[in-house]
């Protein structure tokens, strides 16, 4: 997928890794974590580590969110008028309300008291980068104030977690323990952060190395 756009010839395994993802990706339409009604296969893919994750992997996110990209940057920002811009628009719509979707429930897995952060906030980027590309406005400006929000989100999910009973059909086994959540765990300085870097599906590996040199395994995304 990353060389097609240069290369003709691989635009059918560009294809073909598009289609494949958004087949994955339909198997959580019908996934609501909100609702506690969740099945067997819902449960694996929640509770899951690497493929078992289905379409919650952070692989089939970021190929998703790669093909969009690709496609804007192929083309950049057109008037809404344009013809052409309303079909590819609309084309692109399907996989932007999977990535939507996939983000509300990354959400819902964090309510439950899951401490694993990087999948919904990388998303919450990407989501932004994505509009901000649409519109022509700053990327940067909109990554940033994307992830502030999201670090919020997933601040005051976990602080909920610990005061909301789970749902009797939910996901009990999830967590094994309880976890424990101050506002010392969320020391954070946002000014660490390059946008640029670190929502670029590329690079995405380079998230398991912070700027002290500070090495962390990838298993948990």
């Known amino acids: 997928m990353i060389r097609a756009s240069a290369e003709p010839k691989f635009y059918l395994s560009r294809k073909s890794g598009l289609e494949s993802?958004?087949?994955i990706a339909s198997y959580i339409d019908d996934l609501d974590i909100k609702s506690g009604r969740i099945d067997d296969f819902s449960r694996l893919m929640i509770c899951g580590t690497g493929s078992l994750r289905g379409p919650l992997n952070l692989d089939i996110i970021a190929t998703l969110c790669?093909?969009?990209?690709?496609?804007?940057?192929?083309?950049?920002?057109?008037?809404?008028?344009?013809?052409?811009?309303?079909?590819?628009?609309?084309?692109?719509?399907?996989i932007?309300?999977?990535?939507?979707?996939?983000?509300?429930?990354?959400?819902?897995?964090?309510?439950?008291?899951s401490a694993s952060l990087k999948r919904y906030n990388f998303l919450a980027g990407m989501l932004a980068q994505i509009r901000a590309l649409e519109t022509g406005q700053s990327v940067d400006t909109a990554v940033y104030e994307a992830v502030k929000q999201s670090l919020k989100n997933s601040?005051?999910?976990?602080?909920?977690?610990?005061?909301?009973?789970?749902?009797?059909?939910?996901?009990?086994?999830?967590?094994?323990?309880?976890?424990?959540?101050?506002?010392?765990?969320?020391?954070?300085?946002?000014?660490?952060?390059?946008?640029?870097?670190?929502?670029?599906?590329l690079n995405i590996f380079?998230?398991?190395?912070?700027?002290?040199?500070?090495?962390y395994g990838t298993d948990f995304l």
Not at 98 to 112: G, S, T
Not at 167 to 195: H, K, Q, R, V
Not at 206 to 215: A, I, K, R, Y
Request: charged share 20%; net charge negative.
């Open 21 to 23: 993802c958004m087949v």
């Open 66 to 94: 790669l093909e969009v990209t690709t496609q804007l940057n192929e083309y950049g920002p057109r008037m809404n008028s344009d013809p052409l811009e309303a079909l590819r628009k609309a084309g692109r719509k399907p």
């Open 96 to 113: 932007l309300d999977k990535l939507e979707h996939i983000k509300e429930q990354l959400l819902q897995i964090i309510a439950l008291g």
């Open 155 to 201: 601040y005051d999910a976990l602080l909920a977690s610990q005061t909301v009973n789970t749902p009797p059909d939910s996901i009990d086994s999830l967590i094994n323990a309880p976890t424990t959540i101050s506002s010392e765990s969320f020391d954070f300085d946002m000014g660490l952060l390059d946008p640029g870097q670190f929502f670029d599906p």
């Open 206 to 215: 380079s998230l398991s190395e912070v700027p002290d040199g500070t090495q």
